[in-house]
């Protein structure tokens, strides 16, 4: 009995796998995979092609009928027709047709990206859909030329007590109408266009409601997003500015906004622990006491720009994680990390952002760092390798961190031998240290001198090249 | 100076025997990405040898190398690790062969990998999606077994989605 550990860069050659990209496939598997797994695949194409493969062979007649899930997509990949002549006309009697012959009611996804429907037509389908039960749907407008379409949902729809997932995208909702979804878990709404009031009755026709996603919407103006059952939420401003944002979710999870509103108000969320400010307009105080307010707070991420964040300090006993990342702006930004039991610590960004961290107990503690150099020929510069000595001194990692350091070049972690002799070594404690970059040098030895210098006690040092991935 | 890794944390290791007789050492955590065998782990508590007689050492290999790379990118904390994961998925899927690509999917669909089975049947839909019929045929070896004039019967049967 042959026993093989499974080590991670095991690639399947040593199987006896190789790339046969192009052999020749004799038998046919596609045909003999079950029922179950033909319909998960099916479910990622286009229902029309899926009619079409009717004619493939006997095994393949009759699948379209009883395929969960349908796509009605009007335009192809290419944003050609796919009805040639008449593409309107031939489009609706499609969907009709496909709709009426389906032996099963079972109708799982709709996603109808239109671009020339009549609103009667799709108003009937989704009537059709509705009635046969579905429980996901996924409505996308396609507009030529604005932004949204004034296509207003027909009741029946914000009154379907089947639907588990509505996704709506580039539609007006007008709140013209009543709503209950009782069964509704996620909610996600691109580009729709609504105001203040449509949100507030919206949510409160969900009383299931537990994943809610606000992309690019307009219309709003004091965002208030109130539900007691809500725990993941998403808010992408997108260029459209809300002048506030306010959440009540009493069991509110996990937060992201990405935006540049600077009233952000979560007072109501004590049960939060992911939240991600990405871009947030807040300035040191309000980003301080929106962090403060959050008691169980365990991972934060924070996109941190010098134009309005310049010192703040971040504080949390159940913190275990905290992310950082800064633009290329130029400024200084300040940080101050008073969390003892935190356990990660990632930053990705520039050199000009100085992380120092208070209480710092010997937790076994993995810090994870990208730097984004500016550095555009690959010279460094004195300029740069004081910068970079500066930026890692501030980090006051304990000797049980395990620092991993990414830089684009080993180039740029090669400190001048002048510097070294004058400088005091960054991190003088630290035991574990791996380092990757792109570009490796030829001056191995002198890397290994220069790392040793900002890390004395180093036990162990790990250098490779990053394979995958931008920063 | 050494260069082996730094893990320090300790987790249970499982056994896992494929239908060959190869057998995985992996940690729970990695093989618990499985919902069969955290359906196990949780049933059959301190068993730490699982036999898998669906599965082959071969393909069971690839099932676990994939678990491993998500649960290591998902403990790293690092939102990145989403962009890493397209990257490493999309490589993972590149080449294989349909062959390769059948036994994975019917080992990952036994094994209740629900994400990889996600990864897999989208990468085969990617070879259906745009394509001809006869093209699909052509690709995936797929023989008509139709009587004379049969497939033009369905073509015209459903003639409002061949136009």
């Known amino acids: ?87 309107r006309k031939a489009f609706n009697k499609f969907v009709d047709k496909c709709l009426k012959q389906r032996e099963v009611g079972f109708v799982f996804g709709f996603a109808i990206p239109y671009r020339i429907l009549t609103s009667a037509a799709l108003d009937n389908w989704l009537s059709f859909a509705i009635r046969r039960n579905v429980e996901e749907l996924d409505l996308r407008a396609k507009p030529k030329f604005k932004k949204f379409v004034d296509y207003c949902l027909p009741e029946t729809v914000l009154n379907a007590r089947s639907l588990t997932v509505l996704k709506l995208e580039s539609l007006t909702l007008d709140g013209s109408c009543s709503v209950n979804l009782p069964s509704l878990i996620s909610l996600s709404l691109v580009d729709v266009k609504l105001h203040d009031e449509v949100l507030h009755n919206l949510l409160l026709g969900c009383p299931a409601l537990n994943k809610f996603l606000l992309k690019k919407c307009a219309g709003l103006l004091n965002t208030i997003i109130s539900s007691s059952t809500l725990k993941f939420s998403e808010i992408v401003e997108d260029f459209i500015h809300y002048r506030a944002i306010k959440v009540e ?47 169980l707070l365990e991972c934060l991420t924070i996109s941190a720009s010098p134009y309005c964040l310049k010192h703040f300090r971040i504080c949390g006993q159940h913190l275990r994680s905290i992310r950082l990342e800064k633009s290329y702006d130029d400024g200084l930004v300040k940080v101050t990390i ?52 500066t930026f890692l001194s501030n980090i006051n990692f304990s000797w049980k961190t395990t620092v991993s350091l990414h830089v684009y070049s ?21 035991k574990h240290m791996k380092i990757m970059t792109y570009r490796p040098s030829e001056k191995k030895a002198d890397l290994k001198v220069s790392l040793y210098w900002v890390s004395p006690a180093l036990e162990t040092l790990v250098i490779e090249k990053e394979t995958k991935g931008y920063f | 100076m050494s260069s082996s890794s730094t893990t320090t944390t300790t987790t249970r290791l499982l056994m896992l025997k494929a239908s060959d007789g190869v057998t995985f050492e992996v940690e729970e955590a990695v093989a618990t990405k499985l919902g069969a065998i955290n359906n196990m782990v949780e049933e059959e508590g ?21 678990c491993k790379k998500h649960a290591n990118n998902n403990t790293n904390s690092d939102k990145g690790n989403d962009e890493v994961n397209k990257w490493w998925d999309k490589e993972f899927v590149m080449d294989l062969d349909q062959n390769t690509l059948y036994h994975l999917l019917m080992a990952a669909d036994y094994l209740s990998g629900t994400e990889l089975v996600d990864l897999l049947t989208e990468k085969v839909a990617s070879m259906i999606r745009g394509k001809k019929v006869e093209e699909i045929r052509e690709t995936f070896k797929i023989k008509s077994d139709f009587l004379p004039g049969q497939e033009e019967e369905i073509r015209k049967k459903n003639s409002w989605a061949f136009e």
């Not at chain 1, 690639?11 to 079950?34: A, E, H, M, Q, W």
């Not at chain 1, 503690?365 to 990208?370: A, K, N, Q, V």
């Open chain 2, 46 to 66: 301190s068993e730490d040898l699982i036999c898998l007689p669906n599965v082959n050492g071969k393909f069971l290999g690839m099932v676990l190398e994939w």
């Open chain 1, 249 to 295: 979710g009493a069991n509110l999870q996990s937060l992201i906004y990405d935006g540049f509103c600077d009233n952000i108000c979560l007072s109501a969320c004590k049960a939060i622990r992911n939240l991600s400010l990405l871009f947030s307009g807040l300035d040191d105080q309000s980003l301080e006491d929106l962090i403060f307010g959050l008691p």
């Open chain 1, 338 to 389: 008073d969390a003892p039991n935190l356990v990660s610590l990632c930053y990705k960004g520039d050199t000009k952002f100085g992380i120092s961290m208070n209480a710092v107990r010997d937790n076994i503690l993995s810090g994870h760092i990208i730097i984004n150099d500016d550095v555009t020929d690959g010279k460094y510069d004195t300029n740069w390798y004081i910068n970079l000595i």
């Open chain 1, 410 to 430: 080993e180039e740029a972690l090669i400190f001048p031998e002048n510097l070294r002799k004058i400088c005091r070594s960054p991190w003088p404690n630290l």
């Open chain 1, 1 to 87: 009995m042959a026993t093989k550990g499974v080590k991670t860069n095991f690639r399947f050659k040593k199987y006896g796998i190789s790339n046969t990209r192009g052999s020749p496939v004799v038998v046919d598997r596609l045909s003999n995979l079950p029922n179950p797994l033909i319909h998960h695949i099916l479910s990622f194409v286009p229902t029309l092609e899926v009619v079409r493969m009717s004619i493939l062979s006997k095994r393949w007649r009759r699948v379209w009928y009883s395929i969960p899930a349908l796509h009605f997509c009007d335009i192809d990949h290419m944003g050609q027709f796919r009805f040639k002549s008449q593409p």
